[in-house]
């Protein structure tokens, strides 16, 4: 039996970023879903980068929008992405010479910008953060 290229449903098969950001631009939010990048969230990042590297600011703000509805990381920092409504992290104290001990938490994900205020609640074992004065 010859042999053909086109992959069965149990096959992976290859795709690149221009694959990705063709997908989105020609079909948008349904040409991603077909691709199944549910496990493929490195082909978003690069893609994401692409757009920006191509001055498609807005493409990159709408596949950015698009990994985070679906829970994929798709993040150009440093350390972890942003955490996804519903997740449980654990994070390390850190002590910096004689300071007491503190921990650093991403407030991204509570839409708080640089200079926004946020209130702290601390109760018996509980340190509640929210956006918001």
Known sequence: ??????????EPFYLSVKDVVLAFT???IEGLATLQLENRAHL?????????SEGND???ASLI???????????????RGIPVE???????AQQLRDSDP???LP????????????TVAFRSGVIEVRAGA
């Open 44 to 52: 978003l990042r690069k893609a994401v980068a692409f757009c920006r």
């Open 1 to 10: 039996m010859p042999k053909t290229n086109k992959p069965t449903s149990a």
């Open 102 to 104: 503190f921990i650093r």
């Open 26 to 28: 020609l079909r948008g």
């Open 65 to 79: 929008e698009y990994a985070n509805s679906r829970g994929l990381v798709v993040w150009s920092g440093r350390g």
């Open 107 to 118: 407030v991204s994900a509570l839409s708080v910008g640089k200079g926004q205020a946020v």
């Open 86 to 92: 519903g997740a449980t992290r654990s994070y390390k």
């Open 58 to 60: 807005d493409v990159a």
